[in-house]
């Protein structure tokens, strides 16, 4: 990912500094050879500033869609509407301060936690292991009101010490004279304690998240003291203590049909011939550096069907800067929202899809590095006005389409 948004960038500094250093080491009796190296070094760091002052530049985009006839879709009905009608899950994340609830009990019949639910967020103190499940509570205590289902979001993720899982378990692990006992046994307190606190209100987890790291799995302290077995071990953990949950390996993908890809259908395989209870996989499909290949992702998520596993789409956001060379980047945007649904819609095992993200005034590129430095990346379905985009009627058209062949099905 980072070449992707970087490599240009990476390059140039490197020659400059290839430059600076043949300036620096050239015999001092070729002087015009010396001058030449420096001009260089200046010609690529203007070149450099240019690039970066082009690249990083604001851009704005005509939103088409405002000027439309706001009258023209004023009875449709909602997004919820048409996926219950289809007994269809229509999801987004949100925290427990619940922006806009009136609206996302009206649009969506499934709510996942954007960070509520994470180790770092619930288990406040892991030297006397202290939960405070309050922000979760109040969010699931929602849901139910609403009759919205609840996905769990998640119960092991690997990457970041502190937030994906306490920081303290990286030194127990370092001091621990059996490694792999010791994180069995910090896995099975967590789980257990998480997993009986939710227990019948909770009925679907992502219980292992983004365990790969390109087409290995991610170096963590999961995988140094247990490798490959602690992805078995957290779902028979969470099969021990909720057996009527549904439990999903969610994980992040770009390209279908790359190396990281295939390894990832490999470790589902691995996991099933070893009789890990896995009932399906989600696919979060953030558009953050290239525009997915929706016929790509149709054959993917086939593949995983074909194993005996549920799919869900988990993380669905699309930057509208990937767009910036289409006619309308907006309804470019639409379409790509209206096609991935559509996969969905269009494979049986494929149960909902999730939305990352609500309004374009609120979404978490415009506040992480680099995505916040390349703008616009607004990559929700309501803009910073609260105007529904193409990108809503993308949903709206695909459900729509799929619930009308419902209906005339014989």
């Known amino acids: 990912?980072?070449?992707?948004?970087?490599?240009?960038?990476?390059?140039?500094?490197m020659l400059i500094l290839v430059l600076f250093l043949l300036w620096l080491v050239w015999p001092r009796h070729y002087p015009k050879l010396r001058m030449a190296f420096i001009r260089g070094c200046g010609g690529v760091l203007l070149?450099?500033?240019?690039?970066?002052?082009?690249?990083?530049?604001?851009?704005?985009?005509?939103?088409?869609?405002?000027?439309?006839?706001?009258?023209?879709?004023s009875s449709v009905g909602t997004l919820r509407e048409l996926a219950d009608s289809m007994d269809f899950y229509i999801g987004m994340a949100s925290s427990h301060d619940l922006a806009y609830p009136e609206l996302i009990s009206k649009e969506f019949n499934s709510l996942v936690a954007e960070n509520d639910f994470k180790p770092g967020q619930l288990l406040i103190d892991a030297k006397n292991w202290k939960f405070d499940f309050t922000k979760a509570d109040k969010l699931l205590s929602f849901a139910d009101a609403q009759n919205m289902r609840m996905r769990g979001h998640t119960l092991i993720w690997g990457k970041f010490s502190g937030m994906t899982y306490p920081a303290e378990w990286q030194e127990e692990i370092k001091l621990?004279?059996?490694?792999?006992?010791?994180?069995?046994?910090?896995?099975?307190?967590?789980?257990?304690t998480v997993m009986q606190h939710f227990k019948g209100r909770v009925l679907d987890w992502d219980v292992v998240n983004e365990p790969m790291g390109g087409n290995t799995l991610f170096p963590s302290v999961f995988t140094e003291s247990m490798g490959e077995s602690y992805i078995d071990y957290a779902f028979q953990l969470a099969r021990e203590f909720d057996p009527d949950a549904t439990l999903y390996l969610n994980e992040q993908i770009t390209d279908y049909e790359s190396e990281q890809a295939t390894a990832f259908l490999g470790l589902l395989q691995r996991l099933l011939d070893r009789g890990v209870p896995i009932d399906g996989v989600g696919m979060q499909c953030h558009h953050l550096n290239n525009i997915h290949d929706t016929e790509a992702l149709r054959d993917y998520i086939r593949k995983i069907a074909e194993m005996g596993l549920e799919v869900e789409i988990t993380e669905l956001d699309v930057r509208l800067l990937l767009f910036k060379d289409f006619e309308d980047p907006y309804q470019a945007q639409g379409d790509q929202?209206?096609?991935?649904?559509?996969?969905?819609?269009d494979d049986p095992a494929c149960k909902g899809l999730t939305l990352w993200g609500l309004t374009d005034a609120k979404n978490w590129m415009d506040a992480v590095p680099p995505?916040?430095?390349?703008?616009?990346?607004?990559?929700?379905?309501?803009?910073?006005?609260?105007?529904?985009?193409p990108a809503y009627w993308g949903l709206y058209e695909a459900l729509k389409?799929?619930?009308?062949?419902?209906l005339n099905a014989p």
């Open 401 to 406: 389409s799929k619930r009308n062949k419902v």
């Open 47 to 73: 070149a450099s500033i240019l690039l970066a002052s082009y690249t990083y530049w604001p851009r704005s985009f005509e939103k088409k869609y405002v000027h439309k006839d706001p009258e023209a879709n």
């Open 176 to 192: 621990a004279s059996d490694k792999e006992a010791k994180m069995k046994a910090l896995m099975r307190q967590y789980i257990e």
């Open 1 to 13: 990912m980072i070449w992707q948004l970087f490599g240009v960038h990476i390059s140039l500094s």
């Open 371 to 389: 995505f916040k430095w390349k703008s616009p990346n607004a990559p929700n379905i309501f803009d910073e006005d609260m105007n529904k985009k």
């Open 337 to 345: 929202f209206r096609k991935i649904a559509e996969i969905c819609l």
